[in-house]
């Protein structure tokens, strides 16, 4: 059985920093891609980043360039999003998702298999 388990979340100021972490169990870790999502209230679940099952390539919505760094390490089956510089704007449930050997398309919602339960990230003004 497949578990995507995110930890990291709360409540930090604006400006402030989170790192979200996300372990995963029952896959072959080294073989997924591996993607951050967040939905906030009223709002459809949009793609935030992801990285490779090398870690060769990450990609990024242009929300999160330049603030977020997506990592992971294969040998902990973790992935996690460092999250800097955080806006009110990016209070939302963020879930990791999981996708065998993606190479494209990575903000595409329906290209991944498996999903966390999601953790909340609110940023006070």
């Known amino acids: 059985q497949v578990q995507l388990v995110e930890s990291g979340g709360g409540l930090v100021q604006a400006g402030g920093s989170l790192r979200l972490s996300c372990v995963a169990s029952?896959?072959?870790?080294?073989?997924?891609?591996m993607g951050w999502f967040r939905q906030a209230p009223g709002k459809e679940r949009e793609f935030v980043a992801a990285?490779?099952?090398?870690?060769?390539?990450?990609d990024y919505a242009d929300s999160a360039k330049g603030r977020f760094t997506v990592s992971r390490d294969n040998a902990k089956n973790t992935v996690r999003l460092q999250m800097n510089s955080l806006k009110p704007e990016d209070t939302a449930v963020y879930y990791c998702?999981?996708?065998?050997?993606?190479?494209?398309?990575?903000?595409?919602?329906?290209?991944?298999?498996?999903w966390g339960q999601g953790t909340q990230v609110t940023v006070s003004s």
């Open positions: 990285i490779t099952w090398t870690g060769g390539t990450t």
């Open positions: 998702a999981a996708s065998r050997y993606l190479s494209e398309s990575y903000y595409a919602i329906n290209r991944y298999d498996y």
């Open positions: 029952g896959l072959r870790f080294n073989t997924y891609t």
